[in-house]
């Protein structure tokens, strides 16, 4: 099952990627991420992990699979988290649009329920709840610089 998101974001890429790219800070943007801290042994396969707490209190743990910074492309997997799929893995990717006063993020998630009927209801809460509240989150006016990225 695939779903992806695109959207504007009213800042130049470079400084949305900088963002994306600091893998273990994603709770000072994400709003449903209250916690967030890079592991410091690296994942089954050799990528950053990244130790989250979600709003609500549940454990999430990411590994970083590839960092294309030319390409702005980020791609990482679930390794534990409390949604019921497998093989979970997501890119996230910026690029240029207008005079560069702005870009467009766009956030893919590949995965397959433990149940196929749960399919839709994981699809739209990855695409509304996860991406589309990220991507909206990543404009200047959204970052939280109380929510601090533990070491």
Sequence with gaps: ???????????????????????????????L???SIQESMPGPGGGVVRALTTLDGAAVREELISCDT??????????TSPFPVKNYCAT????????GA??????TATFEPH????????????ANDVFRNGI????????????IAAP
Excluded: K, N
């Design 102 to 107: 702005s870009c467009q993020v766009t956030w």
């Design 70 to 79: 030319e390409g702005r492309r980020l791609t990482y997997a679930f390794l």
């Design 1 to 31: 099952m695939t779903v992806t998101v695109q959207g504007d974001v009213a800042c130049p890429a470079s400084v949305v990627w900088g963002r994306i790219m600091a893998f273990g800070d994603i709770a000072q943007w994400h709003p």
């Design 33 to 35: 991420i209250s916690r």
């Design 115 to 126: 149940d196929p009927a749960d399919g839709p209801r994981l699809r739209f809460l990855f």
């Design 92 to 99: 996230v990717e910026v690029s240029e649009s207008g005079a």
């Design 136 to 147: 909206a989150a990543l404009s200047p006016a959204e970052i939280r610089p109380g929510r």
